[in-house]
C-alpha cells in the first residue's frame, strides 16, 4: 500500500492539534473566559445583598460557600450562608471588606478571616486583592475581583426566618 506524502504529514501533525485543544485551564483574555478558571472545587464569595421585603430594603453583607464552584454559576443557593454583617458605624451599610473581617457560620460553627487589600474594590476583574483563612482547619484562600455579578437570589423561607428575601452580588471570590 502506498501513502501520499501529504496525508503521513497530516498524521505526524495530528497529536499536535489534540493537545492544543486541551489547554482549558489556560490564562483568561476576556472577561468570559475568566469564568474558566473558576471551576471544580469550593469557592466562598464575598458577597454584598439587599434584603428586601414589602415594607422596604437594607443592604447587608455575606460570604457564601459553595463546596463546587461549577454550582455557583446559575443563581444556585450556596451550601453555607454566613451570618448577615452590617456596617453600624457607616449607618448600617454593607461591609467594606477592606479592613479584615472574622465572618461566622452558624449553620457549621466555621469561622473565616478575611483580609483584602485597601485598593481591592478598584481591582479589575480577576486580579489577586487578598486572602481568607477558614479557622476550622487553617486552609487559607486566595481572594480575586469579581464583577459583582448576580449570585443568588432566595425569598422566604430564609435561615433567619425573617420574611425579608436576600438578594446577592458576588464582589469577590476566594479559592
Not at 504529514?9 to 483574555?29: D, Q
Not at 482547619?137 to 425569598?155: E, M, P, S, V
Request: glycine residues 8%; charged residues 15%; proline residues 6%.
Amino acid at each position: 500500500m502506498k501513502f501520499s506524502t501529504l496525508y503521513l504529514t497530516s498524521l505526524a501533525l495530528l497529536p499536535s492539534f489534540i493537545a492544543a485543544a486541551a489547554v482549558p485551564e489556560a490564562a483568561p483574555r476576556s472577561e468570559e473566559a475568566s469564568t474558566l478558571v473558576k471551576r471544580g472545587g469550593e469557592v466562598n464569595y464575598i458577597a454584598q445583598c439587599t434584603r428586601v421585603n414589602s415594607s422596604g430594603s437594607y443592604p447587608a453583607s455575606y460570604v457564601a460557600w459553595y463546596a463546587n464552584q461549577d454550582n455557583s454559576q446559575n443563581g444556585q443557593w450556596p451550601d453555607s450562608l454566613s451570618n448577615e454583617y452590617r456596617n453600624w458605624a457607616n449607618g448600617g451599610s454593607g461591609l467594606d471588606w477592606t479592613q479584615p473581617q472574622s465572618i461566622y457560620f452558624s449553620d457549621s460553627g466555621v469561622t473565616l478571616h478575611t483580609d483584602l487589600e485597601g485598593w481591592a474594590w478598584n481591582a479589575p476583574l480577576g486580579n489577586s486583592v487578598g486572602w481568607a483563612t477558614r479557622t476550622s482547619d487553617g486552609k487559607q484562600f486566595t481572594c480575586y475581583r469579581d464583577n459583582d455579578r448576580f449570585l443568588f437570589n432566595r425569598t422566604p423561607p430564609v435561615p433567619d426566618g425573617s420574611d425579608r428575601s436576600i438578594l446577592c452580588y458576588a464582589a469577590f471570590w476566594c479559592t
